[in-house]
């Protein structure tokens, strides 16, 4: 649609913060710069995680402070591309994260 465009970064934390309140549950709008791309993940940010990189990779550098900023630390990922959850892409010599959709995967 042409006329749908891409909120900017207030109306990005209100939501957020909108979202919090009425779930009760921590949000975390990931917006560290305009790459990046915007996501937000709650409490859960395992599950959260998995289910955005089902329909969108995300970049390594992404993950690493998402999951820093939740009190994780790097053996998270180790754990979820040895379990053949998750699997490395390589684009523009940058690393993303996609859904490991090869036969046999969970």
Known sequence: ETFV???DQERLRTIAKTISVISGVQVALMT???E???FVFGDEVIIDLLKTIAVHPIREDVIQILIKERGFDATVLDWLI???LIIAT???GRRYYRKNIQKGSP
């Open 5 to 7: 465009s891409k909120p």
């Open 32 to 34: 560290h710069d305009e």
């Open 36 to 38: 990046a791309g915007d």
């Open 82 to 84: 040895r379990h053949n």
């Open 90 to 92: 390589t684009y523009e």
